[in-house]
């Protein structure tokens, strides 16, 4: 079984501080004819980062120019969708984000973006389910026990996430009402640096996505209790769904899409979009998502149009759990 594939490629530049070049006068017939920055709002080695290494170096082949994948960490994903929203509407800056797309506007009132009105989207990519991990040497050794020992150790027991806004912060949430604790949570840039210290035993528990669990599960190196979707997932199939192992209010499972800046032209976007479709049915992506428990989403979704209404939709929907469960990321 795969463990965290190795995605250097020729075609994908992996830093985090280079911004790749084009102008606010480019001639959309003629694009790309420079580098493209896939930002992508939390740390390197992480899930969202990820998932994106994995399609950029289909669609950079396709598009015929390389891709650069930044990292702009910060407050729950919204710094880099900020960053984008602001930059040239010309297609070289292109975001890659998740969920937390929908959440952003009830979980940080002062937003100086609409996710909506500020982007246009590109297309959905994948649908990833969460686990709920723990150290290795964490005592609970199965869903149901953890639950009693969280619910009797709340004043010690230690919940990493990636910040208010982040996938793992909604799903530990989720866990918080259902077991009726406050625990101390341990925010990071990523849920790649939180896992490295789950691995490493400095923090007792999180949520996280297969893309970035599965290898350590597998391999030993952190406890699984339980997968967040309805069904199992192939790749983990020792694990439970959660509503299998006694908490089924803990159902969730993360989406992901690319956009650009609202003002991009429609042929910019459309050359996007194909690239993306080619990237969503290579072989060579389609193996590794499935080592990572998950997959492309299916072809009708990875179009402008089904990836705004389901993110019209999670506005909607998450907008009210958001306001009634009072939390906010100001
Ligand atoms: C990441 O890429 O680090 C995660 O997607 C963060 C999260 O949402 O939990």
Redesign the pocket.
């Given at each position: 079984m795969t463990r965290r594939t190795p995605l250097a490629a020729l075609a994908v530049l992996a830093v985090t501080s280079l911004a790749a070049c084009g102008g606010g006068d480019a001639d959309p017939a003629a694009y790309p004819e420079d580098d493209i920055t896939i930002v992508?709002?939390?740390?390197a080695g992480?899930?969202?980062?990820?998932v994106t290494r994995l399609i950029a170096e289909p669609m950079a082949e396709e598009l015929g120019q390389q891709i650069v994948v930044q990292n702009v960490e910060g407050a729950?994903?919204t710094v880099a969708a900020g960053q984008v929203a602001d930059e040239d509407p010309d297609g070289y800056q292109v975001l890659m984000h998740?969920?937390?797309m929908s959440t952003a506007p009830a979980l940080y009132p002062d937003l100086e973006y609409s996710p909506l009105e500020d982007f246009k989207t590109i297309g959905l990519v994948t649908e990833v389910p969460m686990t709920i991990v723990a150290r290795k040497d964490f005592e609970p050794e199965t869903l149901e026990e953890l639950v009693t020992y969280v619910g009797e150790n709340a004043d010690t027991v230690t919940l990493a996430?990636?910040g208010v806004?982040?996938?793992?912060?909604l799903c530990g949430l989720l866990i918080e009402e259902a077991v009726g604790v406050d625990l101390t949570e341990v925010p990071?840039?990523?849920?790649?640096p939180?896992l490295t210290d789950l691995v490493g035993g400095q923090v007792d528990f999180m949520?996280?996505?297969t893309t970035?669990t599965t290898g350590q599960i597998l391999s030993g190196d952190i406890k699984g209790y339980a997968v967040t979707t309805p069904e199992p997932v192939e790749a983990l199939p020792d694990l439970p769904t959660t509503a299998e192992a006694g908490l089924p209010e803990v159902e969730v499972s993360?989406w992901h899409g690319l956009y650009v800046p609202a003002d991009t032209p429609d042929e910019v976007v459309e050359k996007l979009t194909d690239a993306l479709a080619v990237a969503l049915t290579d072989q060579n992506v389609i193996d590794q998502m499935a080592d990572l428990g998950t997959t492309p989403v299916a072809e009708d979704q990875a179009t402008p149009d089904a990836h705004t209404a389901k993110l019209e939709e999670q506005i909607d929907s998450w907008t009210p759990i958001i306001e009634e469960a009072g939390v906010t990321g100001e």
């Open positions: 992508v709002p939390f740390a992480g899930p969202t980062d990820t729950g994903g998740h969920i937390g996430n990636a806004g982040a996938a793992s912060q990071y840039d990523g849920t790649g939180a949520c996280d996505q970035n993360v």
